[in-house]
């Protein structure tokens, strides 16, 4: 008899898929408070990496994120996360129901949690592990996914933290100028102080080469109508001041021919 080789299918074919894994924790009702609504939109709307494409990332909040192949229905739901090089919706069709790693073949490049009194633990890998339970949220993000960049933000004292994955664990990253600088997609982290959505505070934020924080869509209609309202008043000082030199040369302004 000849013998025949087991060649076992890829996850992707035979492990479930967003659509077969459940999108909400029926044991954690309820939404996040306003700060972990309104800080990842923030970063979200900031997070513009000059050599990618909008169609070539895909940033979440408060997403499932399956990361186990061996425990499929282990997941994490980081306050913030970002993904490099895949498109923006899933298969190019579909808004995502939860990110299955297994199903997406791309780890995410930087996440971000918002401590509070209740996920310091688990967010800092000072947590105890019962050995039939997930690993807490350090652990994965370090160990399983080893997504580059982990950043810790405590709103309740302005204390921000960032990790680096160097070899194998993470490691305090240094603040330099506003934040933390990200080579890889040409953007830093910081802590900016100011107003968003009517409240002031510091605020986790995305800045560009040169310090410059990004702006969001709002702020740059902002900025646009100021530069329009700018134009307009120079333009009507330029013909005030026509109309006073014709004055002083004893021209009627209006009884020039149109």
Not at 236 to 244: P, S
């Amino acid at each position: 008899m000849v013998s025949q080789e087991f060649h076992p299918l890829p996850p992707r074919d035979v492990l479930p898929t967003m659509y077969d894994l459940p999108s909400e924790d029926p044991e954690e009702p309820g939404l996040p408070d306003e700060f972990h609504l309104r800080q990842p939109e923030l970063l979200r709307l900031t997070f513009r990496p000059p050599t990618y494409g909008e169609d070539e990332l895909f940033t979440a909040s408060d997403l499932n994120l399956y990361y186990d192949v061996r425990h499929p229905q282990w997941y994490k739901r980081p306050d913030w996360f970002a993904v490099l090089g895949v498109p923006k919706l899933y298969e190019e069709r579909d808004l995502r129901l939860s990110y299955v790693t297994w199903q997406e073949g791309v780890y995410p490049f930087v996440a971000v949690e918002l401590l509070s009194p209740g996920t310091e633990a688990e967010d800092l890998g000072r947590s105890l592990r019962d050995a039939s339970r997930p690993p807490n949220k350090w652990t994965v993000y370090e160990q399983i996914l080893r997504i580059p960049y982990y950043f810790v933000f405590n709103r309740y004292t302005d204390e921000f933290q960032a990790f680096g994955l160097i070899t194998n664990s993470y490691q305090p990253l240094p603040m330099e100028g506003l934040g933390v600088w990200l080579e890889e997609v040409q953007l830093g982290l910081g802590l900016w102080e100011g107003t968003y959505q009517g409240i002031s505070r510091r605020w986790l934020r995305w800045y560009r080469e040169g310090g410059h924080w990004i702006l969001t869509p709002e702020e740059l209609e902002r900025e646009r109508a100021e530069r329009e309202r700018e134009r307009a008043d120079l333009a009507e000082q330029e013909v005030q001041r026509l109309r006073d030199r014709l004055e002083q040369l004893g021209i009627n302004p209006d009884e020039l021919p149109g």
